[in-house]
C-alpha cells in the first residue's frame, strides 16, 4: 500500500514511486458550513472523479497548464506533486453566496464583469479574505505569483463559461487553487474543479447543479452531480 500523505474532507493523496507524482482518491464524503456539516453520499468520488477530468482535458486543451496526468480508475486520478499556495481563488460572474450576503444583493443578480477574491487558506481561521497586499505582507506569495493567478483563473473562468454554456448551464461562481511544480517551480491549477466547488445553474430554470444542493436541502446530491456529468458529457 502506498503511503497515505493527506487526507482532507473530499480527498486522500497518496504517494507514488515517483516523488514527482501522486494519487488523488476522491471520496464520497460531503461538508459544507466549514465541515459543521456532513455527510456520506455512495457514488460521490465516482462522479467527482469524472467531472474534474472532464473539465481538466477541457482546459488543458486551451493551453491551461494543470497538475491532471490521468484518470486511473473510478475514484482516482494521477497528478503531479505541488506546493499549493495557501490561496483560495474564488471567480464570480452572477451574485450568489456569500457576496450575496455581504453587500444584500439578490442571488441571480449580474455586474456584467467578473470580480475575483483571494481567501487565506486556513481551516483554523475560517479562509479570511484577504487582498493582495497581505498575500505580499504574509509572504503567502509574490507580485509575479499573483499576477500569474489572476491571469489563469480569468482565462479558466472564459474555457469554462463556454464549456457550461454549451451543456446548457450557467457558471456562477466557482473557487480554484493553484500549485508550484515540485519539478521546476512553474505555477499550475491544481485541487479540483467539481460541483463541491463551483455554481452551476440550468440557464433557463437556475435550477442548482451543484453542492448548494446538499448545504440548502434542495435535493439528492448524487442524482444532482449525474445529472450534471450527463449534460457535460453531451458536450463534444
Ligand atoms: N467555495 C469552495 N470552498 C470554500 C468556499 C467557497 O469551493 O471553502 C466555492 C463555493 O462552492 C462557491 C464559490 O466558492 O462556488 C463562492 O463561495 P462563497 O464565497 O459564496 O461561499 P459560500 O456561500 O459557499 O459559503
Redesign the pocket.
Known sequence: MSQLLYEGKAKKMYATDDPNVLRVEYKNDATAFNGKKKAVFPGKGKLNNAICTKVFHVLMKDGIPTHFIDKISETEQLVKAVSIIPI?C?V?NVV????AKRFNLEEGTSFGRTIIEFYYKSDALG?PMINDDHALALKIATEEDLAEIRRLALKVNGILQKLFDEAGILLV???IEFGKLKSDGKIVLADEISP????LWDKKTHEKL??DVFRRNIADLPETYEKLLGRLEAVK
Open positions: 483560495e474564488v464570480r450568489a453566496g456569500s457576496l479562509d461562481d466557482f473557487k463541491d466547488s463551483c455554481r451543484d453542492k
